[in-house]
């Protein structure tokens, strides 16, 4: 880099201090205005999983059992999620993600953050297991991927990740309305 160049200011040095000064106190307002709306939408979503916790007359597991298209409560978090990316405010996948933290959070107990599926809960601390994977896939099509999904099912079945497969199967039936779970021994 070239010595900085000396020369009599144009402009008032006071000038241009101010509109640093500017830059830096309009990002620090808009850090606060950032945060404010993101403690907002968590106080917003935490409401709708209390009310949920209320709803929850039976176990956990017969509550939760099923996706978005079998389970009223399923449906009703999906359509407001839906709901919130159609006014958009946003994006699907995001909105994707925050269903997910949302289930994370009910089934755990605990509140609601958006970065919930990003982080190790109890339960996903409890049950982690290292799984090997098949190789290498080269060349393939619909149908084998619609296999692949059903064994991945099957998995998180047994491995009673309930809102994982229930995730999937929306995710999935989302993007293949005819998908159709295949009989592993077929």
């Not at 449906?75 to 709901?83: E, P, S």
Request: glycine share 4%; with cysteine; aromatic share 8%.
């Amino acid at each position: 880099m070239a010595n900085k160049a000396t020369f009599a200011p144009v402009i008032s040095p006071s000038i241009v201090s101010g509109a640093l000064k500017t830059f830096k106190d309009t990002d620090i307002k808009l850090n606060k205005i950032v945060a404010t709306v993101a403690a907002d939408r968590s106080k917003a979503v935490n409401l709708v999983l209390d009310a949920m916790f209320v709803a929850c007359d039976k176990p956990k597991a017969e509550f939760l059992k099923g996706n978005a298209a079998t389970n009223p409560a399923r449906y009703q978090v999906k359509a407001m999620f839906d709901a919130i990316v159609e006014a958009g405010h946003l994006e699907k996948s995001t909105a994707g993600a925050y269903q997910t933290a949302f289930w994370i959070a009910f089934n755990e107990g605990i509140a609601w953050a958006p970065d919930l599926n990003n982080k190790k809960t109890a339960t996903k601390q409890a049950s982690e297991v290292k799984a090997s994977t098949s190789g290498k896939v080269e060349t393939t099509d619909i149908p084998a991927l619609h296999k692949t999904l059903s064994k991945a099912l099957a998995q998180a079945r047994l491995l009673n990740q309930s809102i994982f497969a229930a995730d999937l199967v929306d995710l999935i039936t989302d993007t293949w309305p005819d998908f159709k779970e295949t009989v592993l021994g077929k």
